[in-house]
C-alpha cells in the first residue's frame, strides 16, 4: 500500500490516551495523580521546582522503506529547529496572535537538541536509521516502536524524548495520522511520539500545509500533558483542556481560520485557533498560554521529573571530578558555596537556548570549565559581587538564584568576556591535573 496524503490534521493522541485507560489500569492510576498535582500547582498549591530553561535529550527513530522516506539529518534538525523555537516563543510568526491574547502568549522554557550520548554511553548524533518493509503502522498497537513488529525499539524514555518518524500512521479506523503521542503516566516501552515523515520539520519530504515542523510542537505538547484546545467533546461545548486562560470551543478548527472564529458562545474573540493545540494548518498556529506551559512545568516536576536538565554538560563528565573534590574550592566564589553538581551548578543554564556564547572544547572535563569561568567571573564580572550584596537581604544565597533573579544582565557580562574563557581554559587543566595528582 504506497503512502497518502494527509488532508485535514489528524491526532491520535486523545485516542491513544481513551485506549489505555480503558485497558491499563495502571495508567488509569498514573493519570488521577498526575492531573491531582497539575491542580495543585495550577492553584498554587504546590510551586514548580525547575527554574531556568529545561533542556530535553532527543532520540529520533527514522523507520524507512524508500531512500526518500529516509529523511535526511538535515530535516531533523530543521525539527529540532522549530521545536526550541515554538517552545521558547522565538518564533517570528508569534507577532501574529491577536492582541486580545499577546499577553497570554508564553515562553514554555523548553528547549530540546538531539542526543550527544547514547544509552550505553557512546557518542552519538541522535539518531537512528531502520529499514522495513512495514509500509503502514498503527497507532493501536504502537509497532512502530517495536524492532520486533517493524519498527525500532526505544531509548529509555526516563532519560530521551523518543521520536519515531515512520512512512504511514493509521489509526484503529484507518484513519491517515499525521502523528500521536503517549501522555505522561503509560507504559515506558511505548513512550514517545510517532509523526509521518511528510509532516516532519521543514524541509526534504515535509509537505504542505505541514511543513513548518508544528505537528511535532503539538505532539510534544500532549506528551507534556497536554490536551487539545477543545477539550476532546466533539462539538459539545462541554469538555475542558484544564486550562483556564483557553477559552471553550465548539471542536477543532482546521485550515487556516479568520479571526474572529466564534463558536460556544464565546465571542467577541472566539476560538483560540492559533493555538498549538488546536488542528489548524502549520502556518496558522503559534502561541501556547501561561496556563498551558504551567501544565508543562508541573509534568517536568513530576511524572517526567527524570528528563532534562538546566544546564548544558553531559553527566558523564562529572565522573573524575567527583571523586577528587567536594566543591569546597567554589567557595571563593564570592562566599558562594557549592554544594553538588545536581543543585548547583544550574547557574550553566543555556539562558536563551542558545549555545553558550564560546566555544568549549568537547575534550575537557566539567572541571576544566568551572575552573575556568568562576576564575572568569571573579576576575571579570563585579556585576555578579554587586548583584549578590543587592539580593543576599531577600534570600539569594546561591549562585544559581543569583543568575536566576538577574540572567540577563549576568549573561551578558559572561558573555562579554568570552575571549578569555579559552586562555583560562589551560590553567584550568594544570589546575585539575594537580588536584588529581594530590587526591591519589
Known amino acids: ?3 497518502r496524503a494527509v488532508h485535514r ?11 489505555l485507560l480503558n485497558t491499563d489500569p495502571a495508567y488509569a492510576a498514573n493519570r488521577a495523580i498526575i492531573e491531582s498535582q ?7 498549591m504546590r510551586s514548580l521546582e525547575r527554574s531556568g530553561v529545561t533542556q530535553i535529550p532527543v532520540v529520533v527513530h527514522v523507520v524507512y522503506t524508500t531512500a526518500t522516506n529516509n529523511i535526511s539529518d538535515a530535516q531533523i534538525q530543521s525539527q529540532i529547529d522549530v521545536l526550541n523555537h515554538d517552545f521558547r516563543k522565538t518564533n517570528a510568526d508569534v507577532a501574529n496572535v491577536p492582541s486580545v491574547w499577546q499577553s497570554l502568549a508564553t515562553d514554555a522554557r523548553i528547549s530540546f537538541y538531539l542526543a550527544t550520548s547514547d544509552p550505553n554511553g557512546q557518542a552519538t548524533n ?6 522495513t518493509s512495514t509500509i503502514t503502522f498503527h497507532s493501536q498497537t504502537d509497532d512502530i516502536k517495536s524492532a520486533a513488529s517493524g519498527g525500532a525499539d ?11 518518524v515512520g512512512p504511514r500512521i493509521v489509526n484503529a479506523q484507518g484513519q491517515e495520522l499525521l502523528g500521536y503521542a503517549q501522555f505522561p503516566g503509560g507504559p515506558a516501552a511505548t513512550d514517545g511520539v510517532a509523526i509521518v515523515h511528510s509532516g516532519f520539520g521543514t524541509s526534504g519530504t515535509a509537505a504542505s500545509p ?3 515542523g508544528r505537528t511535532a510542537t503539538h505532539e510534544i505538547g500532549h506528551w507534556l500533558n497536554l490536551f ?6 466533539g462539538t459539545g461545548c462541554t469538555g475542558s483542556d484544564q486550562c483556564g486562560d483557553t477559552p471553550n470551543a465548539g471542536g477543532p478548527n482546521f485550515g487556516a481560520p479568520g479571526f474572529p472564529h466564534v463558536t460556544c458562545n464565546n465571542g467577541p474573540s472566539g476560538d483560540m485557533f492559533m493555538n498549538y493545540m488546536d488542528y489548524t494548518d502549520d502556518r496558522a498556529m503559534f502561541m501556547f498560554t501561561s496556563d498551558q506551559v504551567t501544565r508543562m512545568q508541573a509534568t517536568l516536576d513530576g511524572p517526567r521529573s527524570s528528563i532534562g536538565s538546566t544546564w548544558l554538560i553531559p553527566w558523564t563528565k ?5 571523586k577528587f573534590t567536594n566543591f569546597t574550592w567554589l567557595t571563593k566564589f564570592t562566599g558562594f558555596t557549592f554544594i553538588t553538581p545536581f543543585t548547583e551548578f544550574t547557574w550553566f543554564t543555556r539562558f536563551t537556548g542558545d549555545p553558550p556564547p564560546f566555544e568549549i572544547d568537547p575534550l575537557i572535563q566539567i572541571a576544566d570549565l568551572v575552573f575556568a569561568l568562576s576564575e572568569l567571573l571573579i576576575a571579570n564580572v563585579p556585576e555578579l559581587k554587586e548583584a549578590a550584596d543587592r539580593l543576599a537581604p531577600v534570600g539569594v544565597t546561591h549562585l544559581h538564584e543569583l543568575i536566576a533573579a538577574e540572567p540577563d544582565a549576568l549573561a551578558q557580562a559572561i558573555g562579554s568576556n568570552a575571549h578569555a574563557v579559552k586562555a583560562l581554559q589551560s590553567d584550568a587543566r594544570n589546575s585539575l591535573a594537580r588536584m588529581n595528582k594530590s587526591a591519589s
Open 228 to 233: 487539545h484546545i477543545w477539550g476532546d467533546d
Open 318 to 322: 562529572f565522573t573524575r571530578f567527583t
Open 210 to 212: 505541514y511543513n513548518l
Open 154 to 164: 526505544p531509548w529509555p524514555s526516563a532519560n530521551y524524548l523518543n521520536l519515531w
Open 126 to 131: 541522535g539518531i537512528t536509521r531502520t529499514h
Open 38 to 44: 497539575a491542580w495543585e500547582v495550577e492553584r498554587g
Open 9 to 19: 490534521r489528524t491526532c491520535g493522541a486523545h485516542e491513544e490516551h481513551r485506549r
Open 1 to 3: 500500500m504506497r503512502e
